[in-house]
């Protein structure tokens, strides 16, 4: 059941981003041309940014051949995706940074054509600062668009990365530098410790789990207590504080895909997530066939309707706890 929140400021907020994104694809269009993708606002940041997100990371890692890799980060440029999403610790050995060098190749060209996001994982300013630089060595890069604290775990690590020796105080650094220009944070889990994260920085963009099966928090079993899931908790902050929004995890890892009892199919999730008030939906791709797939979802995009949402949030029932057990395990900030 939606709240009073989700029912007055979400159909509110997805209204404007489909009338927005609905004008984009009329422009110049033709009969026999495709609509062209949409693009939404990121926050109060003033960028514009393509409805679905380029993820580059454990999928994207597992293509072998360095020319696959390239065609595919092309065709999704050409398709009209210009958000691009890499980590440091996106690879798939040790100090390679993988994803990043592959980016650092793909957008060294057309810097202006690509919105480039990274991220670290140190919680020490000085830490922080090395990965950066590291990162724009990889990426090829002169700035970057935006760099993220990456996959805030719980409000320990919170109060970790905070005070003057801090990841926060780093991240303040490189956009006072204008090393960066805007900077954000990441989260799976703790969809309260992200709120808190929002109410005490002035974080531009904010990178959230969101998806059909996450109803509650997975860590909740493990403290006996209710922790709200990101759209009850983190979203209303990042919206009322005007902030850029992405989701991740819209397909649940491919655990929420399929037949059978639990699963759904990808055009569905996709469509549930872009239902949200976010800019944009962040999509691991490894295949030229799935990048296509999901740009056709989004350019034929068609809001869900709140009986919509809930009648998907029923069939993926199943599925919650194999979903929360790998939340659970799951370490985003470990390489690949």
């Given at each position: 059941m939606e709240s009073r929140w989700s029912r007055r400021d979400f159909l509110k907020s997805t209204a404007a981003f489909v009338i927005f994104g609905a004008a984009q694809g009329a422009l110049g269009s033709g009969q026999s041309q495709p609509p062209s993708l949409p693009v939404r606002p990121l926050g109060k940041t003033g960028e514009l940014v393509?409805?679905?997100?380029?993820?580059a990371g454990s999928r994207f890692c597992s293509i072998q051949d360095e020319n696959e890799a390239q065609a595919l980060l092309e065709r999704a440029l050409e398709l009209g995706i210009n958000y691009f999403d890499t980590s440091a610790s996106y690879t798939r050995r040790g100090?390679?940074?993988?994803?990043?060098?592959?980016l650092g190749q793909f957008s060294r060209h057309r810097r202006k054509q690509v919105f480039l996001a990274t991220k670290f994982d140190p919680r020490d300013r000085d830490g922080a600062l090395r990965s950066v630089e590291k990162s724009l060595n990889f990426l090829q890069a002169g700035y970057l668009d935006l760099v993220q604290i990456h996959a805030l775990r719980d409000h320990d690590d919170l109060i970790q990365m905070g005070g003057p020796h801090g990841a926060?105080?780093?991240?303040?650094?490189?956009?006072?530098?204008?090393?960066v220009r805007?900077?954000?944070?990441?989260?799976?889990?703790?969809?309260?410790?992200?709120?808190?994260?929002?109410?005490?920085?002035?974080?531009d963009v904010v990178l959230m789990s969101l998806n059909a099966a996450q109803a509650a928090n997975p860590v909740a079993a493990r403290?006996?207590?209710?922790?709200?899931?990101?759209?009850?908790?983190?979203?209303p902050v990042a919206l009322q504080k005007r902030m850029g929004i992405a989701?991740?995890?819209?397909?649940?890892q491919g655990l929420l895909v399929?037949?059978?009892?639990?699963?759904?199919?990808?055009?569905?999730?996709?469509?549930?997530?872009?239902?949200?008030?976010?800019a944009s939906v962040v999509i691991g791709m490894e295949q030229k066939a799935r990048l296509e797939e999901n740009v056709y979802v989004a350019r034929t995009f068609v809001p869900m309707s709140g009986n919509e949402k809930e009648k998907l949030r029923e069939e993926v029932t199943p599925s919650r706890t194999t979903w929360y057990r790998f939340l659970r395990s799951h370490d985003d900030s470990l390489p690949v």
């Open positions: 393509s409805i679905i997100g380029f993820g100090g390679e940074r993988l994803s990043e060098k592959r926060v105080a780093a991240v303040r650094e490189l956009k006072d530098q204008k090393v805007f900077i954000g944070i990441t989260g799976h889990n703790d969809g309260s410790a992200m709120a808190e994260a929002l109410r005490r920085y002035e974080f403290r006996m207590e209710p922790i709200p899931a990101f759209e009850e908790s983190a979203l989701s991740m995890k819209v397909m649940g399929g037949d059978g009892a639990g699963r759904a199919r990808s055009s569905e999730l996709l469509r549930f997530n872009l239902s949200q008030p976010v």
